[in-house]
């Protein structure tokens, strides 16, 4: 009878030893699944608040970058959306404004809608280049160059575009009128797209429109130049970003290094042809 209970004590012994040990493996399993429980929690909660996100940022720009801008506008608020946008150039997005321009180099070939505008309600970070507009550079009537900052047309300068081509209409003798009153009345040492290039000592300039450089960088002086490189040229030009679109804020020409200069969030041409849009 004792050695029958000593050998049910032994088997009851081992079975505890048994179950002691699928309690800790069960233990440790159930710590691993409430683990992954909460991570697959973790990671939809996540989810959901970066759909949140993206909803309100979607939402905060007027309905998205799928939003279209009309072909036509009306940059000087007179009621007549007359003119076609062909090149808008985005400051410091460290592409250059110049191969952009002529062949569009470096610009996606979708960009932002926002890039197809001024009013800041869509982001752009591109410049845009409408490429149809640039291959049928016919039947143009004028041509306006705007320069904006903080989403408000600053100055500009309107050209006769009759005859013109997409490389000649920047040009002296095409002005027609301005926000510079003195554009026309003093000398020009360049006035032109290709503008001034001097890359070995930082001096890309282009859209160069400049009065004289009489006195080296301290005589430096104009209307509007694009510095296209971050070499540096005179103290005026240091940019950490290119392009920097610099300008004269007063109504006349400014000396480049002194105070009534000041630089543009983005520059941009228009179309306005023969025939009126209707």
């Known amino acids: 009878m004792a050695a029958n209970l000593s050998s049910y004590d ?17 233990t440790a399993e159930d710590a691993t699944l409430t683990g992954l429980v909460s991570g697959v929690s973790s990671l939809y909660n996540l989810t959901l608040n970066l759909v949140s996100q993206i909803t309100t940022l979607t939402n905060s720009y007027a309905g998205g970058a799928l939003v279209p801008v009309e072909e036509f506008s009306d940059p000087f608020g007179i009621g007549k959306k007359e003119w076609k946008l062909v090149f808008r150039g985005t400051a410091y997005n460290n592409v250059e404004v110049y191969p952009a321009y002529l062949y569009g180099t470096g610009i996606p070939i979708e960009v932002e809608e926002g890039c197809k505008q001024f009013t800041r309600s869509l982001p ?25 900052k903080d989403g408000q047309m600053v100055q500009n300068v309107l050209f006769n575009g009759k005859g013109s081509t997409y490389t000649n209409w920047f040009s002296a003798n095409r002005v027609i009128s301005s926000s510079w009153n003195d554009l026309t009345s003093q000398p020009h040492n360049f006035f032109s797209i290709e503008g001034y290039l001097h890359t070995s000592a930082g001096e890309t300039r ?8 009489d006195r080296g960088c301290d005589g430096f002086q104009g209307w509007f130049t694009v510095k296209d490189t971050v070499i540096n040229g005179c103290a005026a030009e240091n940019t950490v970003a290119m392009p920097m679109f610099q300008y004269a804020a007063a109504k006349t020409f400014a000396a480049w290094n002194g105070e009534n200069v000041d630089r543009a969030d983005a520059i941009g041409i228009f179309l306005k042809y023969e025939w009126l849009p209707h």
């Open 206 to 213: 282009r859209f160069h429109i400049n009065r004289d450089y």
């Open 10 to 26: 032994e088997s009851l012994a081992k079975v505890e030893t048994i179950v002691d040990k699928w309690t800790v493996a069960t």
């Open 124 to 148: 752009c970070v591109n410049h845009y280049r409408n490429g149809e507009a640039f291959d049928n550079w016919v039947g143009i009537d004028e041509v306006l160059f705007a320069i904006y």
